[in-house]
C-alpha cells in the first residue's frame, strides 16, 4: 500500500539494495478478471438455454402443484 512500500524502500537503500519497483495490485480488478474468465468457461461448456428451460418448467410444475394443494385444502 501508500505506507509500506515507501517504508520498505527506504530500508532497502539503507541496507544497499535496490528499491523495490511501485507495483500496484488491484483486487477488486483480479476478482472481477477471474469472474470473467468463470463466465467464460461456463458459457463454453454449459448449454445455458437448457438450464433456463429446466429451470421453467420447474417453476411452471411448482405452481401447478400450489394450485392443486390450494383446491385440496379448500
Not at 511501485?22 to 467464460?40: C, G, M, P, W
Request: with cysteine; hydrophobic share 35%.
Amino acid at each position: 500500500n501508500s505506507f509500506t512500500r515507501p517504508l520498505l524502500n527506504q530500508l532497502r537503500l539503507r541496507k544497499g539494495c535496490t528499491p523495490l519497483e511501485n507495483v500496484t495490485f488491484s483486487y477488486a480488478q483480479h476478482k472481477e478478471k477471474q469472474f470473467d474468465i468463470l463466465a467464460a468457461s461456463m458459457r463454453e461448456h454449459l448449454d445455458i438455454g437448457r438450464i433456463y428451460k429446466l429451470m421453467s418448467e420447474h417453476k411452471l410444475l411448482r405452481e401447478k402443484h400450489s394450485l392443486c394443494d390450494g383446491v385440496l385444502s379448500n
